[in-house]
């Protein structure tokens, strides 16, 4: 499926709905929910068996989604404030947190379901320029440079890649009750 060239127009998310969507341990999409094939413009059938990048919107460094895929695939939990891109090219902005579906006796990864909400603006603000540079280093230096920048920069806040998140999304606890209370339904 083509990639949509992106448009600068935002898709402004309903902040009492959510989108959800599973993929299997390889990052194809097995599930969307209604709000999902909404949000993104595609018909549920166009989604399906697709990789979940078919949404990645280019304005989003590599090495977000890596550090994610190494945390998911380890079975670990992992928010991430991304941008996604819709068929039309339209934007939005999310509040991402995976719950990996691990076999108990093989413990191997068997599924990923992400829970999203719609972003904070402070969260937006503050992302944006930080990935921006990610990109530009990506482009200069690969995806092992921009991993330093942020390593060097998590470093000089004196902060952990998930602290910086949470301090960013405010309300954690709102959003941990609401991702705990998606979870049970899906599960």
Request: charged fraction near 30%; charge should be neutral; glycine fraction near 4%.
């Amino acid at each position: 499926m083509k990639h949509p060239k992106p448009i600068e127009h935002e898709i402004k998310l309903n902040p009492k709905r959510y989108i959800v969507s599973k993929t299997d341990p390889k990052g194809i999409i097995t599930y969307v929910n209604d709000y999902f094939v909404e949000i993104v413009k595609y018909t549920e059938s166009e989604l399906i068996g697709q990789p979940h990048s078919i949404i990645r919107h280019p304005d989003m460094p590599k090495i977000v989604f890596k550090m994610m895929w190494d945390r998911i695939n380890r079975a670990e939990n992992i928010m991430a404030v991304v941008k996604n891109l819709a068929k039309d090219g339209s934007y939005y902005w999310v509040i991402t947190e995976f719950e990996p579906k691990v076999d108990p006796i093989t413990n191997e990864v068997l599924s990923h379901t992400a829970f999203r909400k719609a972003a904070p603006q402070k969260a937006i603000d503050v992302m944006t320029p930080i990935y921006a540079k990610l990109i530009e280093i990506e482009k200069e230096g690969g995806m092992q440079a921009s991993e330093r920048y942020l390593r060097g920069f998590l470093e000089e806040n004196q902060v952990t890649y998930d602290d910086f998140i949470d301090d960013l999304v405010g309300n954690h606890g709102l959003f941990k009750i609401f991702f705990a209370a998606m979870k049970k339904l899906f599960s």
